[in-house]
Nanobody, 111 residues
Framework: QVQLVESGGGLVQAGGSLRLSCAASGIIFSPSTMGWYRQAPGKQRELVAQITGGGSTNYADSVKGRFTISRDNAKNTVYLQMNSLEPEDTAVYYC?????WGKGTLVTVSS
């Protein structure tokens, strides 16, 4: 079955960096579009970044220039490098494939 397992969340000060990882199994990874979403307390889940099988990317306006999505097809893993983190980035970050979701990893940015 499809499994998406996120890791790499944690507590970081504003201005710091984190790298999230999502290990996928049960899918044909290399041609698949993968995404990172986030949900802050009291808010709806929102798209952060996506990457296609061909490597094309798109980002939410709020993270452009600070976050980078990438993938390693040999490891069936998608990454989200997050730099210049802001308290507003505090959320649970979820990996997404079509309608499958991971359990999420919490990112907390302190001011």
């Amino acid at each position: 079955q499809v499994q998406l397992v996120e890791s790499g969340g944690g507590l970081v000060q504003a201005g710091g960096s984190l790298r999230l990882s999502c290990a996928a199994s049960g899918i044909i990874f290399s041609p698949s579009t993968m995404g990172w979403y986030r949900q802050a307390p009291g808010k709806q889940r929102e798209l952060v970044a996506q990457i296609t099988g061909g490597g094309s990317t798109n980002y939410a306006d709020s993270v452009k220039g600070r976050f980078t999505i990438s993938r390693d097809n040999a490891k069936n893993t998608v990454y989200l490098q997050m730099n210049s983190l802001e308290p507003e980035d505090t959320a649970v970050y979820y990996c997404n494939y079509i309608f499958y979701w991971g359990k999420g990893t919490l990112v907390t940015v302190s001011s």
